[in-house]
T-cell receptor, first 113, second 111 residues
Framework: DSGVTQTPKHLITATGQRVTLRCSPR?????VYWYQQSLDQGLQFLIQ???????AKGNILERFSAQQFPDLHSELNLSSLELGDSALYFC????????????FGPGTRLTVT | EDKVVQSPLSLVVHEGDTVTLNCSYE??????LLWYKQEKKAPTFLFML????IEKKSGRLSSILDKKELFSILNITATQTGDSAVYLC???????????FGAGTRLTVKP
C-alpha cells in the first residue's frame, strides 16, 4: 500500500459526460501527479500540482483540468468525454526533497460507453 | 520530439537467470531517469538516476545511467517468479518539468 488513495475505483459513463476523479496524496507529500494509461498509448503524464499550484504540464487535453486543494487532495476533471478517454487514471504523490520518487495510487478505471 | 525507447519489449527467462533491460532516450534538458515496476496495477518506484556512472542498487536490482550515450540499464540477478512485471523507464526534463515514459519491458520469469 503506497499511502495514496484514489476514488472511485471504477467509473462507467457515457460519451459527452463529465466526471471527477479524486486523489489523496501520502501524508506530508506536497506534489500530486496525474497520469493516463491506455493500452495503445502506454503511461502518459498529464499534470503536476505542488502545494496547490500547477507545476508541470504534459499531454493533457483542453477538456481535462485539475486542481489541488488546501488540504492537498487533488481532483482531475474530465469533460465532454469520448470513447478514447477510456483508460486507467493514476495519481501519484511525492514530497520532501525527493520530488521524483513518486508513489502511485491504485488508479481509477474509466470506461466511456 | 522527446523519445524514450525501451528494449526488449518482452522477455521470458527462467528463475535464476540474470536479465538486463535497456532504456535509451532523446530529450532536451534532461533532468533525471526513473525506473518503475508495474505488476497488476500501479507502478512502484525502483530507482531515480541523475548522475552518470553511479550505480544504484537495491537487493538483486541495480541500475546505471550513461548520460553521454543517453541510456540506462536495469539489471536483475537471480530472477524469481515475483520479478515478473512490466518495467517502465521514465525521463524527467526541465521542459516544464515534463516526464516521458517508455512503452515498458514485459518480463516473465518461469519457474
Amino acid at each position: 500500500d503506497s499511502g495514496v488513495t484514489q476514488t472511485p475505483k471504477h467509473l462507467i459513463t457515457a460519451t459527452g459526460q463529465r466526471v471527477t476523479l479524486r486523489c489523496s496524496p501520502r501524508s506530508g507529500d506536497l506534489s500530486v501527479y496525474w497520469y493516463q494509461q491506455s493500452l495503445d498509448q502506454g503511461l502518459q503524464f498529464l499534470i503536476q500540482y505542488y502545494n496547490g499550484e500547477e507545476r508541470a504540464k504534459g499531454n493533457i487535453l483542453e477538456r481535462f483540468s485539475a486542481q489541488q486543494f488546501p488540504d492537498l487532495h487533488s481532483e482531475l476533471n474530465l469533460s465532454s468525454l469520448e470513447l478514447g478517454d477510456s483508460a486507467l487514471y493514476f495519481c501519484a504523490s511525492s514530497g520532501g526533497d525527493r520530488l521524483y520518487e513518486q508513489y502511485f495510487g491504485p488508479g481509477t478505471r474509466l470506461t466511456v460507453t | 520530439e522527446d523519445k524514450v525507447v525501451q528494449s526488449p519489449l518482452s522477455l521470458v527467462v527462467h528463475e535464476g537467470d540474470t536479465v538486463t533491460l535497456n532504456c535509451s532516450y532523446e530529450v532536451t534538458n534532461f533532468r533525471s531517469l526513473l525506473w518503475y515496476k508495474q505488476e497488476k496495477k500501479a507502478p512502484t518506484f525502483l530507482f531515480m538516476l541523475t548522475s552518470s556512472g553511479i550505480e544504484k542498487k537495491s537487493g538483486r536490482l541495480s541500475s546505471i545511467l550513461d548520460k553521454k550515450e543517453l541510456f540506462s540499464i536495469l539489471n536483475i540477478t537471480a530472477t524469481q517468479t515475483g520479478d515478473s512485471a512490466v518495467y517502465l523507464c521514465a525521463v524527467g526534463t526541465y521542459n516544464n518539468n515534463d516526464m516521458r515514459f517508455g512503452a515498458g519491458t514485459r518480463l516473465t520469469v518461469k519457474p
